[in-house]
């Protein structure tokens, strides 16, 4: 088969023609016969651009094995694929082009009814003197999880940003319920085989009581034929106010407190009702909660109480909640975000891309004299969905915590290494955190720290990883505030993180009713630090380390805490602190119980489940 070449730049003929009768130049091996070349505006050619020179010659064959698309004549199509939002309908975005579909317009009718009959507002005169702030209709398409249209929901919301600080609101922050007390609720009820239920409030910020006074302009297309020079005095939270979530949790609270419920302590957001024969915990995060309880009938009876106060909708088993699927299999149940993967893949055209085998490459170093990115907001907005996504994959945590440092002036290797992150997601978004039936006596945690490991500031990374049983309970990737003269002391403020951590979860487990075996226990793989917790020794390597770090000497000498050293090769909070290469990688990973959902539904026999829970026993 003849090789076809591409087409080649030549300079001017009489260029080659001077060229080869000086230096005797041959260029006839270079171009294929009767090859055309167009002159480019080389900076020795003194011919319009549009020249050609065509030249005959003889190319041998090409002699070397490999076969290139080039010289097979193949062409491989680039492929660009459409956002997920495209395949669906065209959400509106002004209120006036709703007016004409019915479908959207029905959503408008209820949003408003349910405002009326909510007594969200009264109509009053307007004064000068008051603050009317302004409104805005808000359209979404809630979809199921095979990307169906569910319903179409519109949302009247205030514009809270001409709110007045002291005068239309006081408190604004809300509580929501953190990631790792949902995890031991979840790990509680796979390990007693409790009914979980899953609650949806509707319209739950309508139901908060407002304290202060706030004046809101009538919505336009439902305007009061008597009174249309009035204003709306609200009576109830409404969305877009910065009070509402604030709001509607203390009016939530407040009803299931005169139902018996206890607000727990270490985590505000979780409530529990202890009897004489079971335990119902129930976990709220905004107008989302999660209910667990072993008997069926008492959840039945609490949803009942629950719905005559607010208008509940029972979703039954909690197959997605926080945008995290749950499946539950044999022994346990299996945390998985392999959709807002698939949708993270399709938002930025990476789902034909290679996959990655770590999250960074292990010699990875942004320089900092690399060129900024060009899109800042795209880099930002990337890094908080993958930050959202370290909720069931802590292997991504440490090099989502590395990008986050430079969220003020993201560079194109930052945005590199973001990309990268998705590739990696690519090839291992079937994997997910098993939640399996365990020992929940048995809480043990691992701590680490890699020295200096920050190139620009020096300072140190702290890791930690705390198991409940064979579960992963919590863990964390965070650079330490100063820098540390020393690996034992790096490695002595990584215990100090991982204690707090270890003593917030005990409280929270003493609190619904689990008594945790004692002392419990951190690992760490340097003796210098393990030796730095045990005696309550002074010197001069130590002595400017801050007071509020020393506190983990008063716990292990009270013999709550008891601090073990382990080799560096059994450390599993390594991948916390450092990138890694594949095959360390692989093998951290697979420490921190994360596994496939294939390799979990597939497998129904005990011995299975034996041997990997004691992969994990320390």
């Not at 930025?348 to 170093?365: D, H, I």
């Not at 997601?425 to 691992?446: A, F, N, V």
């Not at 801050?546 to 090769?569: A, N, S």
């Not at 026999?605 to 990997?612: G, I, R």
Request: proline share 6%; glycine share 4%.
């Amino acid at each position: 088969m003849q090789d076809v070449l591409p087409t080649v730049l030549v300079p001017h003929a009489t260029s080659l023609a001077s060229i080869g009768s000086s230096s005797s130049l041959q260029t006839t091996h270079l171009l294929s016969p009767s090859v055309t070349a167009p002159i480019a505006d080389a900076p020795f050619s003194t011919a319009a651009p549009s020249s050609t020179v065509t030249i005959d010659a003889a190319a041998p064959p090409s002699r070397h094995p490999m076969v290139t698309r080039t010289r097979d004549g193949t062409r491989r199509p680039r492929i660009l694929l459409s956002l997920m939002a495209r395949s669906l309908p065209p959400v509106p975005t002004f209120y006036r082009s709703t007016l004409s579909i019915p479908t959207w317009k029905a959503a408008m009718d209820a949003e408003y009814q349910a405002l009326l009959s909510n007594r969200t507002w009264s109509l009053v005169p307007p004064h000068p003197s008051q603050n009317v702030i302004g409104y805005q209709w808000i359209f979404k398409l809630k979809t199921r999880p095979d990307n169906t249209i569910e319903h179409h929901k519109a949302c009247l919301v205030t514009q809270g940003f001409y709110q007045r600080p002291g005068l239309n609101f006081q408190e604004t922050y809300s509580l929501v319920i953190k990631p790792a007390t949902v995890r031991l609720v979840l790990t509680v009820a796979a390990s007693r085989g409790w009914a979980l239920r899953q609650l949806d409030v509707r319209n739950a910020f309508l139901h908060g009581d407002l304290s202060e006074t706030v004046y809101m302009k009538q919505p336009p297309g439902y305007i009061d034929a008597r009174f249309p020079h009035h204003v709306c005095r609200l009576q109830k939270s409404l969305y877009g106010l910065r009070q509402a979530p604030r709001a509607w949790f203390d009016c939530f609270s407040i009803v299931l407190l005169s139902l018996g419920f206890t607000q727990s302590q270490s985590d505000t957001s979780l409530f529990y009702l202890h009897t004489t024969t079971s335990t119902i915990l129930l976990l709220v995060y905004v107008d989302d909660m999660l209910l667990v309880e072993p008997d069926c009938h008492k959840l039945d009876a609490l949803v009942a109480a629950l719905s005559s106060r607010f208008a509940l909708k029972d979703l039954g088993f909690p197959s997605h909640f926080l945008n995290v699927r749950l499946e539950s299999f044999v022994q346990g149940l299996f945390l998985s975000q392999a959709h807002y993967i698939e949708q993270l893949l399709q938002k930025y055209n990476l789902s034909e891309c290679r996959p990655a085998k770590t999250a960074l490459s292990s010699k990875f170093q942004p320089s900092l004299d690399a060129p900024l990115t060009d899109n800042p907001t795209e880099f930002r907005e990337l890094i908080g969905s993958l930050q959202y996504l370290t909720m069931t994959r802590p292997d991504n945590a440490f090099s989502v915590n590395q990008l986050s440092q430079f969220l003020h002036s993201p560079t194109t290797e930052h945005a590199c290494a973001a990309k990268r992150i998705l590739c990696y997601l690519k090839g291992t978004s079937t994997i997910g955190l098993p939640l399996l039936e365990t020992d929940l006596t048995r809480l043990t945690t691992y701590a680490d720290a890699d020295w200096v490991g920050c190139p620009a500031t020096r300072r140190s990374t702290t890791g930690y990883a705390v198991f409940l049983g064979s579960t992963l309970l919590s863990w964390q990737s965070k650079k330490q505030p100063t820098v540390s003269r020393s690996s034992t002391e790096t490695e002595y403020r990584a215990l100090a993180y991982a204690a707090a951590e270890i003593i917030w979860i005990s409280s929270l487990c003493r609190e619904i009713g689990l008594s945790l075996r004692r002392p419990l226990i951190i690992c760490c793989d340097n003796i210098g630090a393990t030796y730095l917790a045990s005696n309550p020794i002074q010197h001069n390597r130590t002595k400017h380390v801050t007071i509020d770090y020393h506190f983990i000497r008063e716990q292990v000498r009270c013999g709550d805490l008891v601090v073990k050293f382990v080799p560096t090769k059994e450390q599993r909070a390594d991948i916390f602190t450092k990138n890694l290469n594949g095959r360390s990688f692989t093998h951290q990973r697979t420490t921190l119980m994360l596994r496939p959902e294939h390799e979990i539904a597939g497998s129904e026999n005990q011995s299975y489940y034996s041997a990997l829970i004691m992969e994990t026993i320390p």
